[in-house]
């Protein structure tokens, strides 16, 4: 994996455990802070789901169109392994649904 690409999502999941870390030591009821919490991991779930769709997708539709220029009859295969790269945005619309639904 790109080191660049390896610094940054750690980063990103040091600031979300940072922001998200406080509202587990409350002991009140909802707040600003819980929703706040919720709306970003909400937000933060779609969002890196959807960079890691479209990097897959780039990547198996690169090689797929590569490879069906060689030979023409993995074409079908090529476009059922692009579309498990799609899935994971429809993944994490899901987990950002389910995120939601405690606020």
Do not use: C
């Not at 990097?55 to 069906?68: C, E, Q, V």
């Amino acid at each position: 994996m790109d080191m660049k690409l390896l610094t940054s999502l750690s980063v990103l999941l040091v600031l979300g455990a940072l922001f998200v870390t406080p509202v587990h030591a409350q002991t009140t009821g909802s707040s600003i802070d819980e929703k706040s919490a919720n709306f970003l991991s909400a937000s933060m779930a779609f969002g890196l789901s959807a960079l890691a769709a479209g990097w897959a997708i780039s990547k198996a539709g690169s090689a797929g169109l590569a490879g069906s220029a060689e030979r023409p009859e993995i074409k079908t295969t090529a476009i059922i392994i692009s579309a498990l790269g799609e899935a994971l945005a429809i993944y994490g619309i899901v987990v950002a649904l389910l995120i939601l639904g405690k606020v």
